[in-house]
């Protein structure tokens, strides 16, 4: 594993975190589905911040995400402590009973089947091309706000 992807799961398995303590009782998979998606929108707004400043590299991003859900982390962690004066012990509390998730669980697993194969690029001639270009663009470190062509 290389360091881009390590910062990647260290930000991911903190975003877990933060949403256990700010949800204080959840269940694994509530927390695993939300850290997911809260590690998405800070990679969103860590992005855009970086785009705008023309900034962008996929591990500059992924080292601003991790740092802006830290910082979130130590906003929960003292607005449990401070306000709500929770202890230590139960900053949060995980239940492991993926039971009455049963029936989600198989409609993603046959999903994730349907969705499996891959499809072609589309290039410049559709709107989602447009988008395909671009991350191609940005997986080869070519991450300029404007592109001039010869």
Request: proline fraction near 2%.
């Amino acid at each position: 594993m290389n360091l881009f992807s390590g910062i990647v799961l260290l930000g991911v398995l903190l975003a877990c975190a933060v949403v256990g303590i700010w949800w204080k009782k959840s269940n694994v998979l509530e927390i695993l589905v939300l850290g997911v998606s809260f590690w998405f929108s800070a990679w969103v707004v860590a992005g855009m911040g970086l785009f705008v400043l023309d900034a962008f590299r996929l591990f500059r991003c992924a080292c601003a995400t991790a740092g802006l859900i830290a910082l979130t982390g130590i906003a929960a962690i003292l607005v449990r402590r401070l306000w709500d004066h929770t202890p230590w012990k139960k900053l949060a509390e995980v239940s492991f009973d993926i039971r009455p998730y049963g029936i989600p669980l198989l409609v993603c697993a046959a999903g994730a089947v349907l969705v499996a194969v891959k499809h072609g690029f589309f290039g410049m001639g559709q709107d989602e091309g447009v988008y395909q270009t671009v991350a191609i663009n940005l997986m080869n470190g070519i991450t300029d706000r404007q592109q001039d062509f010869a």
